[in-house]
């Protein structure tokens, strides 16, 4: 009956304010250990009386503690108003973007004199005129003997001496090796019309009509090349319609009245011009009307496959 009086007295003791005093629990330990030294409540649950004073300092926390604390946790909110800076930031980026993105000042470019003018335009005009026609062979006897003789071959004579020393040896030439160059020859032209027509065809009719109107250009404003201008002959293209004039001429030709004639060509040409000129306007409408109708077709047929307004541009320099 002591030992629960005791335990129920030490329970009230712990419950209350004493308890919460470290000097007065020192007080409590002293005089209540050598009462209950066996049985007693200290001896057997020592941390039982310390959990009970702490659980009372903990429930009587002053309010300003606790208000303490929570505005202490108040700060937390900062890394938004950071977020919010770095958004309003982001603007400013967009703006320097924009700054960055205005175009350069273009630069005024110089004048290009007038020799430099001339250069573009004959290089220009050499990129269209299409100097690559195949190298064709030699189609004539004498040519042929002289590519024979000649090719591959260097002993330092000059050019003069090996003609006139080849062309002494082509004069005492046998009648069958004569026939044999006048057949290879012609085997030669046929070869060079295959060739030829084959390397015209991988072009389009614009480009070689293109080519020509360019080396008629090169030759009349620059002397290029030196000799005559040579036209490349396409059969795609329609040819050009003949004047009323021309077909007149042909006519004339085409009579007999001039066939088995001693008279030389020149004077026979000018008489038929003199015809012309006398004729009435009743006997030349015959021929102009037949030189329209030509004309006609030959614009329809050529326009079908060429634009001939087309210009070439000269390249920048």
């Not at 009462?35 to 926390?61: C, D, E, W």
């Amino acid at each position: 009956m002591l030992y629960s009086i005791s335990r129920s007295a030490t329970r009230r003791l712990a419950s209350t304010a004493f308890a919460t005093s470290q000097a007065r629990l020192a007080v409590f330990r002293a005089t209540i250990k050598p009462h209950f030294g066996a049985p007693g409540i200290y001896n057997r649950n020592p941390q039982a009386i310390r959990g009970l004073a702490s659980a009372t300092l903990t429930k009587k926390v002053p309010a300003s503690k606790a208000t303490g604390k929570t505005a202490a946790k108040k700060p937390a909110k900062k890394p938004a108003k950071k977020t919010a800076t770095k958004a309003k930031a982001k603007p400013k980026t967009k703006a320097k973007a924009k700054a960055k993105a205005k175009p350069a000042k273009k630069r005024a470019k110089r004048p290009i004199s007038d020799e430099r003018k001339i250069v573009i335009e004959r290089r220009a005009l050499k990129n269209v005129a299409l100097f690559t026609e195949p190298k064709l062979l030699a189609t004539q006897p004498w040519q042929l003997y002289v590519a024979e003789q000649t090719q591959g071959k260097s002993d330092g004579e000059s050019v003069t001496q090996k003609v006139s020393a080849l062309a002494r040896e082509y004069k005492a030439l046998q009648p069958h090796e004569i026939e044999r160059l006048e057949s290879t020859s012609q085997q030669n032209r046929l070869a060079n019309a295959a060739t030829y027509k084959a390397w015209v065809e991988t072009h389009t009719p614009q480009e070689i009509y293109d080519a020509n109107r360019a080396r008629k250009a090169l030759k009349k404003k620059h002397n290029y090349p030196k000799g005559s201008v040579k036209i490349i002959q396409d059969d795609r293209i329609p040819k050009r319609p003949s004047t009323a004039y021309a077909l007149f001429t042909k006519a004339r030709w085409a009579s007999g009245d001039f066939s088995g004639s001693s008279t030389p060509a020149i004077e026979l040409m000018g008489r038929i011009a003199g015809e012309w000129k006398n004729l009435k306007a009743a006997e030349r409408q015959p021929y102009e009307d037949l030189a329209r109708a030509q004309s006609a077709s030959y614009e329809k047929a050529t326009n079908a496959i060429i634009d001939r307004k087309r210009t070439t541009k000269s390249p920048s320099p």
